[in-house]
């Protein structure tokens, strides 16, 4: 008998969500009492907290998201099969694989979990950067780091077609 295939989504999950969580308790100890937590386009802060202000926004952002991409990859493999929405979908009802496109869909909100705590990781660690700089300016990196982010999430996104393709047969 065949062994299960591993899904290597759910262990990233965890530890991109433990290192975003950790992200958020570093930066209480690093903050200073008035963080910048707003930035306009040229990287200026324009908007400040207190640091209780900002490190709760930052523990709800990351209990929030986890929340939600938690909560809909344990939905997935439960989901009616008149919520899912993709290419051919009759052609997998057909082949009797539902399954395997819930288990798909888990894996991408896994994925997509993910991309989202890193995404987190970032925002606190430049909110955190900017504070300790004495600029109160976002560091460079911020922007490279949210555009190689975008890049390799839209490219994810649109990979979705090939993703789907029901098997043949």
Known sequence: MPRP???????VFVGTTVLAF???VLAA?????????HFGGSGAADDWSSRAGALTFLSLLTAGMTALFAGLAWWMPRVGWEWVNLPAKQRWAELGLQDEVRRRLRTD??????AMSLFEIAVTSAVVDAARSGTDRLPGWALVAFVVWLVVFVGYAASTPLRYRPPAG
């Open 5 to 11: 295939r591993r899904n290597p989504a759910l262990p």
């Open 22 to 24: 950790a992200a958020v």
């Open 29 to 37: 100890f690093l903050l200073p009492d008035r963080v910048p937590t």
């Open 109 to 114: 909100v896994l994925w997509t979990g993910s």
